[in-house]
C-alpha cells in the first residue's frame, strides 16, 4: 500500500454516446464553503451534545475534558476522541443508542471480525436523511424520475440495498427489487423490462455482461444507460471495460453501515471524485499510524463524523479504509471536497461480492468443525468477473477417510459453518496435513489476485 | 423495561386509525366498493388493451357499472394473461408513474411481472398496516422480518408496512437461522413475519440451541405465502407461547396483505373495499352459494398501475356468512387449504410442475422420466427432484455425472428461483401411472 | 490394444450391486476385475468382463445404464516403484488420466493396472513407444486362466 503524493488522474466527462447533464438534487449542495463550514461547526456542537448521552462518548468526554464548550471551530475535532470498530462490537448490540429505544425505525447489520455482526439504528428522520442524501448522488449520475433502476443489491441487513432502494424511491424513479443471485434472470428482467439504470457492485454487472454474452446476448444491446457501482473498491480500468461493454455510465459511490450506509459520498457528471456530503458528515485523512493529517492530496485513512443522524451519531469513526481528498473546486458547482476511489484497507478486511469478510471469521468456522485443522489460507481472484474465494484448509491425519462421501461430508461441514459466519459462498478445499506454509508471526492468510485503484 | 409479560400481552395496541374501513357500515362499505369498482374498471378499460377487447366482447362498458354487484360483469382474468401479455401488455399507468416492479415466478419460464404506483404502494402498505393491526401490533413493536426480499413481494411488502406502523423494523431477510435466534433475542424482537415452516424449523434450531421462546418477549407470527393447519398452529403456539396468526395475499393483486387473521383467529378478514371477494365455481366460473365452497376470485378495487378484474386465485375457500366476534365489518374467508390446479409452494415460493419441466428439458434433449418429492426436515422445506439416468446421459466418470447433476440443479434453480436437490436414479424406479403421471409427492406434515 | 470396459450407474442404495451381479452370473460372463467410485448419492461400477457385449446386453436386459468405454491395460513391475515408474512416463508423454485401479492378478513379478485416458488410442501409441507393455483382450482374458 502505498501513501504517496499524488493527484487525480484525469477523468473523462462523457460517456461512449451521451453526456450527462450537470443538475443538483438540493441546494445544500452548492453552499458557499463558509455557510457549509458554519453549518458543520453548528451541527458538529449539536452532535457532541447529542453524543453525551452515549455512554460510551460520556465516559471519552470525561476523561478528555470535553465539554461544548471545547468545540467552537472545526479545528476543535481534532480533541475528540476516535471510535471504532472495536467500540461498537464493545457496546452490542446498541449501546451506542443516543435517543430511546422507541425512536428506533430500522436496524441494520455488518459483518463483524467475528460472528456477532455490527448493528446500527435508524429514526424516521435517520431514514429521511439517508434516502435524501442517496438521491443527491443518483440524481448527480443522471437518475430522473421516469426512469426503471434495476437493483442487483442483497437487501437484508446490508445497507447497500436499502439505501440506494430509498433513494431510487425519493428520486420518484421505478424499481426492479432484483436483489442478488439469479444471474440468468436477472438478465432477462434487465432486457425485457428495459432498466436506464443499474444498481449493483462493479464485479456483479461485468459478471451480468459476461454471462449475457455466453446466451447470445449483446450487453451492449440491453437498453441500460446508467450504473450506480458501491459495496467494494473497484478501479478506473474496470471502469472503463463496463462502460465499454455494456455501453453505459457507471458512477461511483462509497458509504458504511457504521456511517450511514451508502450516501457518504458519490460521484458528479463530471466524475472527478467522490463528492463528500460535507453538510452532513466530516471527513479527516489521516495518516494511520501518527493520527496527522495527511497532507493535501496524500492519501490516508478515512476518518469520519456522522454529525446529523439522531439515533447514532458516530464521532471520528476510523473506517480503515484509504483514500485521498481534493478540496479544490468542482466544475460541477458542488463545494463539497471529493474523496478517491478506495485505494486499500489498513486491516486485513477484505471485500468479496460486496461483503466485509474478515479472515477470523474462516479461523472462528473451522474452530466449530471437528476434523478441520485450523491451518487455512484464503485466496481470492476475479474469475470470469464473479470475485471467488477458496479457502484451503488442513485436515487432521486422524480425521482422513477414505470413503469420498466422509470427506465430501467434512467439506460439507466446513462450508456451512463458512456460509453461516460469512454469509459467503466459498470453495472449500481440503488439502493434506502440513501442507500449507507456516509463517512466523502474522500468518499471510490471504493471497488476494484481484486488481486494486492506485492513485 | 417493559415487563415481559405485558408485552406478551400485547397491551399498548388499541384502534389503529388505518382500521376504520374494517368497521364500516356495510351501507358504506358498498358505496366505496362501488365508487372504487367505477373508477377502476375505468382505468383498466381505458388503458389496458386486453381489458378492452374482453369487455367489449362481453358488450359491457364501464358505463355498465352502476354498483358493487355488476363486478360480476366483468370477464376473469387469468395467471396466463399475465404471461401472454408479459411484460408490460397489463400495464395500466405510464412509466414515470410507476415506481415498483415486482415478480413471482410464472408456469413456465418467463416471471409474471406485477407494477406499482406511488398510490398503489401506500394502498398496500395501509392493507399492511391494517393486518399488523388485526394481529393487535403497534408501532411499539420490534418487527423482525424473515421474509426474502427481492421480487418476491413478502419482503418489501411487510418491510413497508411495519415502517407505515411505525414499528421498528429488522430487515433480516431469510435464511441464517442461528442469527435470527441471535438478533430475536438480542433486540427483543415482538413480533417475526416469515413462512409458518420456516418458524417451525427457527423453533427446532432454537430449542437445540437452548433458547426457549417463551422466556423472549416474542408475542406475535405474522405466517403467510404457503398453506398451512390449524394443528400446526397449534403445535408453533405450544412450542413457543406465541400467537401465530394467518396472512393472506398474492402478487397479481397486490402482495402479503390482502387479507388476515384477527385475534379470534377464525378466518381471514379481507380488506375488501381494496379486493373485491367473489366465490365462484372452478369448473364452471359460476357464483357459488352464501357459505358454498369454490375459488376465490378477486377483484383491485383501487390498484391503479395493474388493475386486476376478477382474477382467478385458484385458491379453494369460502366466504364465512357470519359477523366476527371482533367487530370487523369486512367479510372472512377460510384459510386456504388446496387449489384447483397443480401448483405447490415451497418455502414461500410458487411451483408449477411444468415449470420443472422447462428446467429439465434446458439441460437434457428429451424430457427425462422426473418425480418431484417435498419433504419437511426440522420444518424445513425440501424439494427434491429425481431424474432418472438414461444411456445417453450415462457416463462412467464421476465428474461428468455430479456435472450433469450440477447443470439440472442450476437450471431449476434459475427458472424457480429456489434451490432444488437433484438425485439421478436408475431407470425404470419412479412410478409410472396409468394417464396423468403423478408428478408431485408430497410429504410435508401440513 | 485398448479393452472394453462396462460401467454401471448404482444408487447407493442395498442389493443395487448383487443385481448387477446377479446378472452377469445368469449370462455365463465372467469378472475379469472391477472398481467402485462411490459419491454422496451414487456410485459407478466399473467392469472389466470376459465378454464385454455378452454382459451389456444382460445388464441391460436388468434394465441398467450401462456405458462401454476405452481403457488401456499396462503391465508394470510388481515391486517397490513399479506404480511411480509407470506414472512418471505417463506424465512424461503428457497424458492426462481420468482414473485407474488394479487388475487381481499378474504373472512373473509383472502387475496390471487399468488405465481410463482422455484420448486412449493416442496414449497408448505413446506408451508403447515408450517401451511400455499395453495388454490386449485375449491376452488379459488368457491370464485370468481363460474361464
Known sequence: MSLHQTTFAPYKTQGPEFAIENRIWDADETLPRAELEALQVERLRDCVGRAAAVPFYQEKFRENNITLSSVRSLDDLKRLPFTTKQDLRDHYPLGFLAVTRDKIARVHGSSGTTGKPTFVAYTHDDLALWSNLCARFLYAGGLRSNHLVHIAFGYGLFTGGFGLHYGVERVGAAIVPAASGNTERQIMLLKDLGADALVCTPSYALYIAEVAASEGID?????????????EPWTEDMRRQIEEDMNIL?????????????????????????????????????NPDTLE?????????????AMTKQAMPIIRYRTRDIASIDRSPCPCGRTSARMSRVLGRTDDMLIVRGVNLYPSQIEEALLRVEGAAPHYQIEVDRKGNLDEITVRVEMRARDFSDKMREMAHLRDRIDREVQHITGLRMHIELVAPQTLERFVGKAKRVIDHRPKATL | MTNLASIKAGTGGGFHPASAPDYLPDAQLRDLQTQRLKRIVKQAYDNVALYRRRMEELNVTPDDIHSIDDVVKLPFTNKSDLRDNYPFGLFAAPMNEIVRVHASSGTTGKPTVVAYTREDIDVWSNSMVRAFACYGMHSGDIIQNAYGYGLFTGGLGAHYGGEALGATVIPISGGNTDRQIMIMKDFSVTAICC?????LHVLERAQEMG?????????AGVFGAEPWTESMRDRIEAMSGIKAYDIYGLSEIIGPGVGAECQAQDGLHLFEDHFYPEIVNPETGEPCQPGEEGELVLTTLSKMAMPMLRYRTHDITCIYPETCSCGRGIRRIRRIGRRSDDMFIIRGVNVFPSQVETALLAVEETMPHYQIILDREKGLDRMEVQVEVTADVFSDKVRALEGLQNK????????????????????????????KARRVIDRREM | MKLKQLSLFLENRPGQLVQAAQALKEAGVNILTLSLADTEQFGILRLIVSDWEKGKRALEAHQCVVNAADVAALEVSDRPGGLAEILGIIEECGINIEYMYAFTFGRDGKAILIFRFEEVDEAIAKLQARNVNVIGSVELFELSGGR
Do not use: W
Not at chain 1, 263 to 280: I, K, L, T, Y
Open chain 2, 408 to 435: 439440472l440443479a442450476k437450471s431449476l434453480e434459475h427458472t424457480l428461483g429456489i434451490h432444488a436437490n437433484v438425485r439421478l436414479v436408475e431407470p425404470h424406479t419412479i412410478e409410472r401411472s396409468q394417464g
Open chain 2, 195 to 199: 413462512t409458518p415452516s420456516y418458524f
Open chain 1, 250 to 286: 457507471a458512477f461511483n459511490n462509497y458509504g458504511l453501515s457504521e456511517i450511514i450506509g451508502p450516501g457518504v459520498s458519490g460521484e458528479c457528471a463530471a466524475r472527478r471524485g467522490m463528492h463528500f456530503q460535507e453538510d452532513h458528515f466530516i471527513v479527516e485523512c489521516l
Open chain 1, 219 to 231: 450487453p451492449r444491446d440491453l437498453p441500460l444507460r446508467y450504473a450506480h457501482f458501491g459495496g
Open chain 1, 293 to 305: 493529517s495527511a497532507g493535501e492530496g496524500e492519501a490516508g485513512e478515512l476518518v469520519i463524523t
Open chain 2, 211 to 219: 433458547v426457549d421462546i417463551h422466556d423472549l418477549p416474542l408475542r
